[in-house]
């Protein structure tokens, strides 16, 4: 249970404005992320926009970044659709633990920044996505986009994917990592992912390695830790990278890229306490919106989702956008309150060392439950399998963090 976001260039530069956009696009999206540009490719795909213009306050839009997921986290739909932006597609993965391993054959994928960007070039070689890039936002309303140098860019529709932010109606753990894209000076030998290897030391938090193989001699290594705060040593890790890179006997012959994310996973949340604060607010998606798979933090299908669900409505009117965006993430909040149970367990039942053995037993279930898992849609029958049986955490810990309600009041007091 893992998430990993880790460049085609693309004609990006600052739209020069000054006072209202007089070009007002249909949509405009603030934030140039994975979430974001989803909903602009697929709204001029389906021709539901002719024009959007995406706000970033970086130097480019889509990061630097890896995002994988399931093959069977999307529809046949969705996944025919979002094939042009895939980087990697393995047929299985495998995970290790201490005492057990498991090869799953269920088909893994993986996108990047620059597979993304080529996906969307088309359309801003048209001129039909305008990309301002290097412009901090100071305000969002549901109307207008407000920068910090004072000028304003106004749509049709806008829509708030600038990321997460801290919410005091949002507990959470963390999923933290630091990768390296590595070339070996022989074939490592991997012919599929290891999503979780977590035979390695465990310390004071669930800690397990990722790989995936992107050649013969090519293998992206990623040091992943489920931890209660944000802090990352990035030094400390990226020796452990080489450690384990030795473990395996590939002798690293160039190190070609280097990553890092802390990811926010989810143990509670009030989601209407937060809707009530955001009244004249523009439409929130993507992370800025809560809409990641709350205990691995697999946020692209829940993208792809929202971008499929925009971009097939009769129209892009602001009333249209904030009605569909609030009706999926309160459904998406519906449905994560089992993951958000799950991850009270693995954070707040049991010692930090032994978080693992959730996972391992996790692992012995059936294929067509773990791949349910992580499309998030469990049967009553498969929530009761993964809960039944003699529980890898104390009972009366356990206990104690099932009510998520009571658990906001313990955490929020």
């Given at each position: 249970m893992v998430a990993h976001h880790s460049a085609a260039h693309s004609h990006e530069g600052a739209l020069a404005l000054t006072?209202?956009?007089?070009?007002?696009?249909?949509?405009?999206?603030?934030?140039?992320?994975?979430?974001?540009?989803?909903?602009?490719?697929?709204?001029?795909?389906?021709?539901?926009?002719?024009?959007?213009?995406?706000?970033?306050g970086g130097s480019q839009i889509g990061g630097d970044h890896t995002w994988s997921f399931n093959e069977t986290d999307l529809t046949?739909?969705?996944?025919?659709?979002?094939?042009?932006?895939?980087?990697?597609?393995?047929?299985?993965?495998?995970?290790?633990?201490?005492?057990?391993?498991?090869?799953?054959?269920?088909?893994?994928?993986?996108?990047?920044?620059?597979?993304?960007?080529?996906?969307?070039?088309?359309?801003?070689?048209?001129?039909?996505?305008?990309?301002?890039?290097?412009?901090?936002?100071?305000?969002?309303?549901?109307?207008?986009?407000?920068?910090?140098?004072?000028?304003?860019?106004?749509?049709?529709?806008?829509?708030?994917?600038?990321?997460?932010?801290?919410?005091?109606?949002?507990?959470l753990g963390y999923q933290k990592f630091v990768g390296q894209i590595i070339r070996t000076r022989s074939p490592h030998g991997l012919d599929v992912p290891i999503i979780m290897d977590a035979t390695v030391a465990q310390g004071d938090a669930y800690r397990f390695v990722y790989c995936l193989p992107y050649g013969p001699d090519e293998v992206l290594i990623e040091d992943t830790y489920y931890e209660d705060g944000p802090e990352l040593d990035d030094a400390v890790i990226v020796d452990r990278i080489s450690a384990y890179a030795a473990s395996k006997d590939w002798q690293i012959a160039e190190i070609l890229h280097t990553e890092r994310g802390i990811l926010p996973i989810t143990l509670a949340s009030d989601l209407e306490a937060r809707i009530q604060g955001e009244a004249r607010a523009a439409p929130k998606i993507g992370l800025a919106g809560g809409l990641y798979n709350a205990v691995t933090g697999y946020s692209l299908p829940d993208a792809v989702t929202m971008a499929m669900r925009l971009g097939d409505?009769?129209?892009?009117?602001?009333?249209?956008?904030?009605?569909?965006?609030?009706?999926?993430?309160?459904?998406?909040?519906?449905?994560?309150?089992?993951?958000?149970?799950?991850?009270?367990?693995?954070?707040k039942a049991g010692k930090p060392s032994e978080r693992y053995k959730v996972l391992q037993r996790f692992y012995r279930l059936d294929e067509p439950l773990v791949s349910a898992f992580y499309r998030g849609d469990l049967s009553l029958l498969q929530k009761a399998r993964i809960l039944s049986g003699k529980p890898p955490v104390p009972v009366g810990e356990a206990i104690y963090n099932l009510s998520e309600h009571q658990f906001m009041k313990r955490h929020r007091s």
């Open positions: 006072g209202a956009n007089s070009n007002m696009s249909d949509l405009v999206i603030a934030g140039g992320g994975l979430a974001g540009l989803l909903v602009a490719w697929r709204c001029l795909t389906t021709g539901n926009a002719r024009h959007i213009t995406i706000v970033e046949a739909e969705a996944f025919d659709w979002f094939r042009p932006a895939l980087a990697h597609h393995w047929p299985g993965y495998h995970v290790h633990f201490p005492d057990y391993s498991r090869r799953l054959d269920i088909g893994y994928c993986s996108s990047n920044s620059a597979s993304v960007r080529s996906a969307i070039q088309p359309f801003i070689d048209k001129g039909q996505l305008v990309i301002v890039t290097d412009a901090r936002v100071a305000e969002i309303s549901d109307s207008t986009v407000r920068l910090e140098n004072g000028d304003t860019i106004e749509g049709g529709a806008v829509i708030d994917a600038t990321g997460f932010k801290p919410h005091p109606a949002v507990l409505l009769p129209d892009l009117s602001q009333a249209r956008v904030a009605e569909a965006v609030l009706a999926y993430r309160r459904s998406h909040w519906q449905r994560e309150k089992f993951f958000r149970l799950l991850n009270r367990m693995l954070f």
